[in-house]
């Protein structure tokens, strides 16, 4: 073991990587030792998952080159990389939902007897493994009915049942309590012990004292730096991620709050079971909560994108319970979605186009003619407004970058006056530069007095700028915090309140 | 048998709700349409069941029954295949064609005939296979466009090599045996169908790439980043499609004493029908073999019973069209109550 603690495993050399418009790797070098954990650090969009993509061999680099304990490979899929004993925990899982635990585990390289597969020996191995990582699952069940922390362990038993070298975890505490935090923490000590390699993204800088030898900072797709933990400060981590101080990208935002505008009792929905809160104009809302705590389906189900099960929804003085999303918009209410390939935007439509999408529904047509040099004006003037650079504009939405995909459907928003805007992860894979326009939007909209609402993963972010926040845990509303009330350690301890209880 | 398709039918009605619906959901609409298939064609024939009848129609539903476990494939990957029925036109007239020629070559050796014939059949739907499974693999063509695309070329190419005639002086043997034969006193093309049922079952249970075709339609991203060659996967899905097609169409063949360029006129829907019924998901990842051949039989069931019912054919289409557009209605049914239950 002690042989083979200094060993280098991994060698990426100028590792670049291009799509259409976009670099999403700048000639980034990165290596990796036997036995340690190095953790990759920067914000969403800074190319974390596009550098361990090559790795891990999902992806090839469009450039630069890397090694395997100094041999030169190319990796053609997932399986090569494999056979060098590199296996990946993706954050989009890997995990087939319509087929059993052990059959995900073995799949790609399930055990044989004769040209036949091995049930019998492939559910035994599988508990084999269970039992070695201390995970409590049947090896029988579907995929599809375990949450998503067993999940998650069902993936890191998959990447580690073969011979393993290097293991990478792709924010694995996302979507964890504390408990379950630290028996992944376990694993991770139980590998590198072995001798194996961890490559660890996270976000959560208060778990890198705990695990990480190393940390590799990246923003905005080059690498600024390789610093060891005991050197280094949080501030300086910080610093480095974000390329400036934290009080120059969070605006000051001024709160003049009127009367609810919106009004949420007893709301149920999937995954939502049973929350009241109000929304006040000239003031903004932020939402916190883990991943699958109903932060983001409450407000779906009140824009009618979900089933409302039970509850009130209160519109100024209008009852819109269960109205569908259409009509909620003709009454003022913006939703963002967090899914802007998927939901958002029209890919094959130009930036420009899809701005336009958000103005027609407010133009009156004349005789069936629709005014379209007013429209295309409008359009223009939206676009200056979220700062979406005029080359950009005719360009297909699917080319450009993360940020000005979001600025575009930000755009969107302002085409039509709306009174209430709900922003649902308004900054997921959005580059520095971006963000600092889309915090002066927010501020712009709440200051000239809009609900703005917004739901974020993201920790600093909401504590931020929000005037008031509201913590989900398990589909419930677990605290109100005044702005003065609002701290991480405050959320955090909201986060896990009621799953500790129930534990 | 017919006892025990009636104790089978009738429990269900008769105990509470949330039976029907844990049915239901575990095996779809398949149960409550064999029960309600049998209960009015007894009702409105009382030839429809009996021993003779329901041995008769096992033997008819040989043919759907392998069509639908290729189509099955295509299913299962999240696709289709609308091209099954040309290709059991292009089987029988390549291999009628090739019987034809090499009989005039080789008068004597009429087995070595029938099984080059044979061979030139399943090359040509093998061919066909591949390229649905290239289009959609690596082009990405919609499955819907490609199959339906290659199902015109395929159904041109056997009219155009018979010009829409019977391709006829076939050996007398071949029609004989897979279509009239008998081994053990049973026909042989219930045999052939008993046979590949198997095959394929071990195949999608107990084999890889069995696994591995489940996977690709249960996430095919994720099959990829599990080491699965998404791409091969696909292509040996529609290439076994079409060779089981292929099957059917020399077991018709043989039946037909001919080579023809129309058979299978309505056999891609059909198969698509009875794989529906039988809970296979066109959102595919989801679908078993023994319940397709259940399917493939009910409907098989259900043209019979309205035969002896007479209702005419065309009313026929009507009723199966309609039926497979119920099923696909409870098959989003099913999904959501399978979602809504965690």
Redesign the interface.
């Known amino acids: 073991m002690s042989r083979s603690s200094h060993a280098t495993l991994i060698e990426a050399r100028s590792l670049t990587k291009r799509y259409p418009g976009v670099i999403a790797l700048n000639a980034v070098d990165f290596d990796l030792r036997a036995g340690e954990v190095h953790v990759l650090f920067g914000e969403n969009g800074a190319g974390k998952s596009t550098l361990i993509s090559m790795i891990a061999g ?1 992806s090839a680099p469009s450039e630069g080159s890397l090694a395997v304990r100094g041999e030169p490979v190319t990796f053609n ?3 090569d990389a ?1 056979a060098h004993g590199i296996s ?1 925990v ?1 954050q ?8 059993t635990v052990a ?2 585990i073995f ?4 055990p ?1 007897r004769g ?3 091995d ?1 019998r020996a492939m559910v035994a191995r599988a508990r084999e493994l269970f039992a070695s990582l201390e995970f409590q699952i049947d090896p029988m069940r579907l995929v599809s ?1 375990l949450s998503r922390a067993e999940q998650q362990m069902v993936e890191i038993a ?1 990447a580690v049942h073969s011979d393993l070298s290097v293991l990478i975890l792709d924010e694995p505490t996302a979507s964890l309590t504390d408990r379950e935090v630290d028996h992944l923490f376990q694993v991770v000590e139980r590998m590198t012990a072995r001798g194996v390699g961890v490559i660890y993204i996270s976000h959560r800088i208060q778990e890198f004292s705990r695990i990480a030898d190393r940390i590799t900072v990246l923003r905005d797709g080059a690498r600024i730096g390789t610093v060891t933990m005991d050197a280094t400060s949080e501030e300086e981590l910080i610093e480095m991620m974000v390329g400036r101080a934290i009080d120059e990208i969070y605006p000051t935002i001024a709160r003049d709050p009127g009367p609810p505008v919106l009004s949420v009792s007893g709301l149920h929905a ?1 995954g939502v079971h049973g929350v009241d809160f109000d929304v006040r104009p000239g003031e903004v809302l932020g939402v916190a909560g883990l991943v699958g705590s109903g932060k983001s389906r409450c407000f779906r189900a009140l824009m009618g994108l979900e089933a409302v099960k039970a509850g009130r929804v209160r519109l100024r003085d209008a009852d819109v319970t269960g109205a569908p999303t259409r009509r909620m918009m003709e009454a003022g209410v913006y939703y963002l979605t967090p899914d802007r390939k998927n939901e958002g935007l029209q890919l094959v439509f130009t930036a420009r186009d899809n701005l336009v999408q958000g103005i027609l529904p407010g133009i009156e047509s004349r005789g069936g003619q629709l005014p379209w040099s007013r429209i295309r004006e409008t359009a223009d003037k939206v676009a200056e407004r979220v700062d979406l650079p005029e080359s950009y504009r005719g360009r297909l939405a699917a080319q450009l970058s993360g940020g000005n995909q979001q600025k575009t459907l930000f755009g969107r928003g302002l085409g039509r006056d709306y009174d209430v805007y709900i922003f649902d992860e308004p900054t997921v894979g959005v580059d520095m530069g971006a963000r600092a326009s889309i915090y002066k939007l927010i501020k712009s909209l709440a200051e000239s007095g809009k609900a703005v609402i917004v739901i974020s993963s993201d920790l600093p972010e909401v504590m931020n700028i929000a005037h008031r926040l509201l913590v989900f845990a398990r589909g419930r509303i677990t605290a109100e915090l005044p702005r003065e009330d609002i701290s991480e350690s405050t959320v955090l301890a909201h986060f896990f309140e009621e799953q500790e209880e129930l534990a | 048998m017919s006892e025990q398709a009636h104790s089978d039918a009738a429990p269900v009605r008769a105990r509470p709700v949330d039976l029907a619906k844990g049915v239901f959901i575990r095996l779809g609409v398949l149960p409550f349409f064999l029960a309600g298939a049998l209960i009015i064609f007894t009702a409105l024939s009382d030839r429809f069941l009996t021993l003779d009848n329901l041995v008769n129609v096992f033997r008819q539903s040989v043919y759907l029954i392998l069509v639908s476990m290729g189509q099955m494939l295509a299913l299962i990957t999240g696709g289709f295949d609308l091209s099954v029925g040309a290709v059991v036109a292009l089987t029988s007239v390549t291999a009628a064609l090739a019987m034809v020629a090499l009989a005039a070559a080789f008068p004597e050796a009429v087995w070595l005939v029938i099984a080059l014939g044979a061979l030139a059949g399943f090359v040509a739907a093998a061919l066909v296979g591949i390229v649905n499974g290239v289009g959609v693999a690596f082009f990405g063509v919609s499955p819907f466009i490609m199959t339906l695309g290659v199902s015109s070329v395929a159904a041109g190419i056997s009219l155009f090599l018979t010009g829409g005639v019977p391709v006829s002086g076939i050996p007398y043997e071949f029609g004989n045996i897979f279509g009239f034969g008998r081994l053990w006193g049973m026909p042989v093309p219930v045999l052939v169908a008993l046979v590949a049922i198997l095959a394929m079952w ?1 195949f999608m249970t ?3 790439t069995g ?2 075709i ?2 690709v ?3 095919i ?9 998404t791409r091969r996967t696909l292509i040996i899905a529609y290439g076994t499609c079409a060779l089981i097609a292929s099957l059917t169409g020399l077991l018709l063949t043989a039946r037909v004493e001919s080579g023809e360029a129309n058979l299978g006129g309505t056999i891609a829907l059909e198969s698509i029908a009875a794989c529906v019924i039988a809970g296979v998901s066109l959102r595919g ?2 679908g078993r073999v023994e319940n397709v051949v259940l399917g493939a039989f009910f409907i098989v069931l259900a043209q019979n019973g309205m035969n002896l019912s007479q209702v005419s054919s065309y009313m026929q289409m009507v009723l199966l069209g309609g039926l497979l557009i119920l099923a696909v209605v409870f098959d989003q049914v099913r999904y959501r109550m399978m979602m ?1 239950r ?1």
């Open positions: 999902a899929g997932v399986a494999r990946a993706f989009e899982f890997s995990l087939i939902p319509t087929m059959e995900n799949l790609g390289d399930e044989r040209p036949f597969t049930h009915r998959k999937s | 071990v107990r084999m890889r696994a591995h489940y996977a339609g249960g996430n991203k994720a099959a990829a980043l599990s080491g699965i060659d990842g989801i809504g965690t």
